[in-house]
């Protein structure tokens, strides 16, 4: 393809990707995950279906019928995903593509500096960098 002048269009990040990335970087299982969540053992299995569901491909938690925060679970920005959900991907927030890190979250490279975007790979965050981990979207 010829080249344009264009920058090449950021690849778009679903809400479900997002929800998969956040919890994976975090090595958390969707059991896991949701164990803050149930506090009746007769619970638990509901809980986990809700949480199982935010990472369906196509599923967009509605705005009025459950506050979509995991983040009792792990570093999870529900602004980013409301705005995943509920805007178009030319309006979508910047994120690490491998495990869906945005610059107002405040995340710690394997250093214990405060993460920041790579400067090998602007689609990835300086902990992914140094990880190696690779990007999931894209
Ligand atoms: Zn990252």
New binding site residues.
Partial sequence: MLDDGKPAPRPVVMPWEYVTMRRT?ACMTIEQAARPYWHRPEHQADVERTIGALEIVGFRMKRDFFVADMSRAYSFNVDVYRQLCDTPPDQHPRL??????DQWST?YDTNGEE?TWAQSDPD??T???QLD?KKVIG
Avoid: D, S, V, Y
């Avoid at 690490?96 to 890190?101: E, S, V």
């Fill in positions: 970087a690490c593509l491998a495990c869906g890190w995340q993460a990835l965050c902990r992914c960098e981990r």
